[in-house]
Protein backbone atom coordinates (compact mmCIF):
# COMPACT_ATOMS: atom_id res chain seq x y z
CA UNK A 1 0.00 0.00 0.00
CA UNK A 2 1.19 3.73 -0.73
CA UNK A 3 0.25 6.59 0.24
CA UNK A 4 0.75 9.82 -1.35
CA UNK A 5 0.11 13.46 0.30
CA UNK A 6 0.43 16.84 -1.79
CA UNK A 7 1.36 20.44 -0.93
CA UNK A 8 2.43 23.66 -2.15
CA UNK A 9 -0.96 24.52 -4.19
CA UNK A 10 -2.69 27.63 -3.55
CA UNK A 11 -3.45 30.94 -5.99
CA UNK A 12 -0.66 32.86 -8.18
CA UNK A 13 -0.61 35.41 -10.58
CA UNK A 14 -0.25 34.59 -14.42
CA UNK A 15 3.68 34.51 -15.16
CA UNK A 16 4.45 33.69 -11.61
CA UNK A 17 5.88 30.19 -10.17
CA UNK A 18 4.51 27.23 -7.53
CA UNK A 19 6.41 23.87 -6.62
CA UNK A 20 3.91 21.07 -5.95
CA UNK A 21 5.52 18.01 -3.54
CA UNK A 22 4.33 14.65 -3.02
CA UNK A 23 5.44 12.24 0.04
CA UNK A 24 4.82 8.63 -0.41
CA UNK A 25 4.91 6.27 2.60
CA UNK A 26 5.34 3.08 2.35
CA UNK A 27 8.20 0.71 0.59
CA UNK A 28 9.68 0.49 -2.66
CA UNK A 29 9.06 3.98 -3.58
CA UNK A 30 11.78 3.53 -6.46
CA UNK A 31 9.58 0.23 -7.74
CA UNK A 32 7.13 3.20 -8.80
CA UNK A 33 6.83 4.99 -11.76
CA UNK A 34 5.13 8.79 -10.40
CA UNK A 35 3.32 11.49 -12.54
CA UNK A 36 1.27 14.15 -12.16
CA UNK A 37 -2.37 14.96 -13.65
CA UNK A 38 -4.78 17.74 -13.70
CA UNK A 39 -8.18 18.19 -13.37
CA UNK A 40 -10.13 21.73 -14.47
CA UNK A 41 -13.65 21.73 -13.74
CA UNK A 42 -15.62 20.27 -16.47
CA UNK A 43 -12.95 19.01 -17.95
CA UNK A 44 -11.25 15.32 -17.71
CA UNK A 45 -8.38 14.13 -15.63
CA UNK A 46 -5.55 14.73 -17.75
CA UNK A 47 -1.49 13.68 -17.30
CA UNK A 48 0.46 16.43 -17.11
CA UNK A 49 3.97 15.13 -16.61
CA UNK A 50 5.29 11.84 -15.38
CA UNK A 51 9.06 10.13 -14.49
CA UNK A 52 9.89 6.45 -14.62
CA UNK A 53 11.10 4.67 -11.49
CA UNK A 54 14.64 6.06 -11.83
CA UNK A 55 14.07 9.34 -13.09
CA UNK A 56 16.08 8.84 -16.15
CA UNK A 57 12.99 9.04 -18.85
CA UNK A 58 10.31 11.80 -18.01
CA UNK A 59 7.01 12.83 -20.18
CA UNK A 60 5.69 16.38 -20.25
CA UNK A 61 2.06 17.32 -22.03
CA UNK A 62 2.77 19.44 -25.04
CA UNK A 63 1.24 22.34 -22.85
CA UNK A 64 3.71 22.30 -20.33
CA UNK A 65 6.57 21.69 -21.52
CA UNK A 66 9.21 24.10 -20.99
CA UNK A 67 7.33 25.07 -18.40
CA UNK A 68 7.23 22.85 -15.85
CA UNK A 69 9.94 20.54 -14.36
CA UNK A 70 8.94 17.04 -12.24
CA UNK A 71 11.66 15.65 -10.23
CA UNK A 72 12.28 12.49 -7.77
CA UNK A 73 13.93 12.38 -4.82
CA UNK A 74 13.83 7.91 -4.02
CA UNK A 75 15.85 8.31 -1.23
CA UNK A 76 13.16 10.63 0.48
CA UNK A 77 10.20 9.17 -1.07
CA UNK A 78 9.14 12.64 -2.76
CA UNK A 79 8.27 13.60 -5.96
CA UNK A 80 8.23 17.44 -7.01
CA UNK A 81 6.74 19.31 -10.22
CA UNK A 82 8.33 22.63 -10.56
CA UNK A 83 5.38 24.52 -12.38
CA UNK A 84 7.15 28.41 -14.06
CA UNK A 85 5.40 31.08 -16.09
CA UNK A 86 2.13 30.10 -15.06
CA UNK A 87 -1.16 30.76 -17.33
CA UNK A 88 -4.57 31.24 -16.56
CA UNK A 89 -5.45 27.60 -18.26
CA UNK A 90 -3.25 25.44 -15.92
CA UNK A 91 -5.43 26.43 -13.32
CA UNK A 92 -6.93 23.21 -12.10
CA UNK A 93 -6.91 20.50 -9.07
CA UNK A 94 -3.77 18.70 -9.62
CA UNK A 95 -2.71 15.18 -8.64
CA UNK A 96 0.22 13.13 -7.59
CA UNK A 97 -0.02 9.41 -8.96
CA UNK A 98 2.27 6.43 -8.54
CA UNK A 99 1.56 2.92 -10.18
CA UNK A 100 4.14 -0.22 -10.40
CA UNK A 101 6.43 -0.17 -12.87
CA UNK A 102 8.19 2.12 -15.74
CA UNK A 103 5.01 3.73 -16.43
CA UNK A 104 2.63 5.72 -14.51
CA UNK A 105 -0.27 5.25 -17.20
CA UNK A 106 -3.04 3.72 -18.06
CA UNK A 107 -4.05 3.96 -14.72
CA UNK A 108 -2.56 4.67 -11.73
CA UNK A 109 -2.44 2.36 -8.89
CA UNK A 110 -2.97 5.16 -6.39
CA UNK A 111 -3.70 9.02 -5.83
CA UNK A 112 -3.11 11.69 -3.66
CA UNK A 113 -6.29 14.07 -2.75
CA UNK A 114 -5.53 16.48 -5.03
CA UNK A 115 -4.15 20.07 -4.64
CA UNK A 116 -5.61 23.17 -6.08
CA UNK A 117 -3.71 25.54 -8.01
CA UNK A 118 -5.57 28.58 -9.21
CA UNK A 119 -3.77 30.78 -11.60
CA UNK A 120 -5.37 34.29 -11.99
CA UNK A 121 -5.01 36.85 -14.97
Known amino acids: QVQLVESGGGLVQAGGSLRLSCAAS????????MGWFRQAPGKERDIVVA????????YYAESVKGRFTISRDNAKNTVSLQMNSLKPEDTAVYYC??????????????WGQGTQVTVSS
Open 51 to 58: IRRDGGKQ
Open 26 to 33: GRSFSSYA
Open 97 to 110: AARLGDSVVPDPDY
